[in-house]
């Protein structure tokens, strides 16, 4: 089975830190995603990534941004973590080779409090 | 662009009722559709997803879905509740190789 591992179930940061939230897939996809959940929105796509050192922008990008330099690990920092950040961020993968129809493999999420 | 609207945010049913969630989708080009099942504390597991074969689809657990293009529809059954049903719901569809989900339907199931 595929596996998304993002690296912690909880962070609590304070208001202004740099934030750090990793995600490792260990099945060779191209493509990763960052999605904040909140009550009542749903997902919303932060950013996504088709292949290592490529990032495009999502939905909601501010106050975001993101690192891929390895194929299996992207990265989502806040660069000055706010308390409207406070949300649970779930990472994803897919391949490339099957776009159309195929789902996403989702982590298990980060619930993340900014304080 | 396409994108998905779940009809009611909270469901609530007896063990053993159908389980019915709503979910309608706007696509300008035959859609790639999917519902998501989110069980507290966790990630995102697929229940089924529809790719342009058969209009009715079946997943894990016993739900399954049907694709209405007339109605631009694609809603999710399941005959029977059981209590281990009790979760949060995600309707999607595809698009750009990105996902774009609904807000959500939480199950709740009254034994």
């Known amino acids: 089975d595929v596996k998304v591992t993002q690296s912690s179930r909880y962070l609590v940061k304070r208001t202004g830190e740099k934030v750090f939230l990793e995600c490792v897939q260990d099945m060779d996809h191209e493509n990763m995603f960052w999605y904040r959940q909140d009550p009542g929105l749903g997902l919303r796509l932060i950013y996504f990534?088709?292949?290592?050192?490529?990032?495009e922008k999502g939905d909601i990008p501010e106050g975001y941004s993101v690192s891929r330099e390895k194929k299996e690990r992207f990265s989502l920092i806040l660069e000055s973590a706010s308390t409207n950040q406070t949300s649970m961020y779930l990472c994803a993968s897919s391949p490339m080779d099957r776009p159309s129809g195929y789902g996403y493999t989702f982590g298990s999420g980060t619930r993340l409090t900014v304080v | 662009a396409q994108s998905v609207t779940q009809l009611g945010s909270h469901v609530s049913v007896s063990e053993g009722a159908l389980v019915l969630l709503r979910c309608n989708y706007s696509?300008?080009?035959?859609?790639?559709l999917f519902w998501y099942v989110q069980y507290p504390n966790q990630g995102l597991q697929l229940l089924l997803k529809?790719?342009?074969?058969?209009?009715l689809v079946k997943g894990i657990n016993g739900f399954e879905a049907e694709f209405k293009k007339s109605e631009t529809s694609f809603h999710l059954t399941k005959p029977s509740a059981h209590m281990s049903d009790a979760a949060e719901y995600f309707c999607a569809v595809l698009g750009d190789y990105k996902l774009s989900f609904g807000a959500g339907t939480t199950v709740t199931v009254r034994a």
């Open positions: 696509s300008s080009v035959p859609p790639y």
């Open positions: 529809y790719t342009s074969a058969a209009t």
């Open positions: 990534s088709y292949d290592v050192k490529m990032k």
